[in-house]
């Protein structure tokens, strides 16, 4: 059985950047990515529309560019890794089974970053009546076709949800000289950030439908075309508001989930929120010496957002991995999403590792001139005013060690709204 001290699993930004970070911070330099597609950079591959990078090398990179910055130093460093390798089980005591073309091999890890990413909701999460013809995909699945595949998938297109990756397929769709009639979305809110629907709607004159559901889908053998209809604020379908839109491909952008099988099965605890593992301020999971970042562990906007954390969970990865002992004892206090917050992560605070973080949160509604509070013991330590707060859009607070320094650790800290 091979040994490392870290072992990452999944090779998109999450991953190299948690391979980077522990590499970087280890005495014996035992680290592996393990990646089931042929190529390192996960799905940055295919996002070849600019936009990556603003916020981590302050200049715009396409998707491949922004993950060829971290190939070239894991190169450079030469750091293992095997592609075309399926992880099929990880055990508590972090034993890695995985199979590819030579056959099955058994890992033993020190510690575990799990950069697995996330996966589309389809057709069948939202229960969309119809017919099954051809022209039916996710937008994730249509942006591998035409980006790296090369398909012309249709001519006339209606993408259902207003998720980011549908938005940006709005824009690849019309320049690909395919018609996006429109996209439906069922909430009053897009879900998606908002210089997308500026960028990949507004600049193409593309329509966004709010508060409109899809029905039915038309065809036997190719889509002819969808049913849409308006719903009220209970989301319930208003009579006679049905209209017929002609087209030949659907795209479905309703939503990501964490991908966490593998977590399961190591007998990681999850959130019913996010769908990713529970994390504390370290971002170990309920199993020690296992560490999760990126969309495993929840769904971010922007890979930027993701690099920060992916090396932060590497580099307590590789500090595990070299002193365990500093990990055993551990006392956590809850962090805890209430009133407008939909979900919190890290969801707990490690005490023997109270050191300054970054708190991400997102909302349940849109809201406008809210504040966001934290508080802890029925005091509040923070108050935040937000013109615009989006479920669509991911907030960030830094938690400095002045706040850290008042907190009672008998007690919950509490994210919440005021004002709403």
């Known amino acids: 059985m091979e040994k490392y001290k870290v072992v990452v ?8 950047a948690a391979a980077l970070e522990s590499f970087k911070n280890l005495d014996d330099k035992k680290v592996l990515i393990i990646e089931r597609d042929k190529f390192l950079g996960g799905i940055l591959n295919q996002c070849i529309h600019p936009g990556f990078g603003l916020h981590y090398f302050k200049e715009e990179l396409t998707g491949p560019e922004y993950a060829h910055r971290f190939i070239e130093q894991v190169m450079e460093n030469q750091i293992e890794y095997l592609t075309e390798t399926h992880v099929i089980e990880i055990t508590p005591q972090k034993e890695i089974v995985a199979v590819n073309k030579k056959g099955l091999k058994r890992i ?101 439908l709010l508060s409109h559901k899809l029905v039915k889908i038309h065809g036997k053998y190719r889509v002819e075309g969808v049913t849409i209809t308006k719903v009220d604020s209970q989301l319930k379908e208003i009579p006679s508001t049905e209209r017929f839109i002609e087209c030949d491909t659907v795209l479905f952008s309703v939503g990501l989930i964490p991908e966490n099988e593998l977590s399961k099965k190591a007998g990681i605890v999850l959130d019913m929120r996010t769908g990713g593992p529970v994390v504390d301020n370290t971002f170990s999971t309920s199993q020690k010496g296992i560490f999760a970042c990126g969309n495993v562990l929840h769904v971010h906007d922007l890979v930027d957002n993701v690099t920060l954390e992916a090396q932060t969970a590497g580099r307590y990865a590789a500090m595990y991995s070299q002193h365990p002992e500093l990990f055993e004892n551990n006392i956590h206090i809850n962090i805890v999403a209430k009133e407008g917050i939909r979900y919190v992560v890290p969801q707990k605070l490690n005490k023997n590792f109270v050191q300054p973080f970054v708190l991400r949160f997102r909302v349940d509604n849109f809201y406008k001139d809210a504040i966001v509070t934290i508080s802890n013991a029925g005091k ?22 002045k706040i850290l320094s008042q907190l009672d650790f008998s007690n919950d800290i509490v994210v919440s709204l005021q004002n709403i």
């Open 108 to 208: 033993k890890a020190d510690s575990i970053v799990l950069a697995m990413g996330c996966r589309e909701r389809t057709r069948g999460a939202i229960i969309t009546p119809g017919t099954r013809p051809a022209g039916i995909f996710t937008a994730g699945q249509a942006q591998r076709f035409i980006n790296i595949e090369g398909y012309r998938i249709g001519k006339k297109a209606v993408i259902v949800g207003s998720g980011d990756i549908g938005l940006i397929m709005a824009r690849r769709l019309t320049l690909e000289g395919i018609e996006v009639k429109a996209v439906v979305e069922i909430m009053p809110y897009s879900t998606g950030l908002r210089r997308n629907i500026v960028q990949c709607l507004n600049d193409f004159g593309i329509p966004l």
């Open 380 to 401: 509040i330590l923070m108050k935040i005013k937000k013109s615009i707060l989006t479920p669509g859009e991911m907030e960030s607070i830094e938690i400095s060690q």
């Open 9 to 16: 699993i999944g090779g998109g930004p999450a991953g190299l």
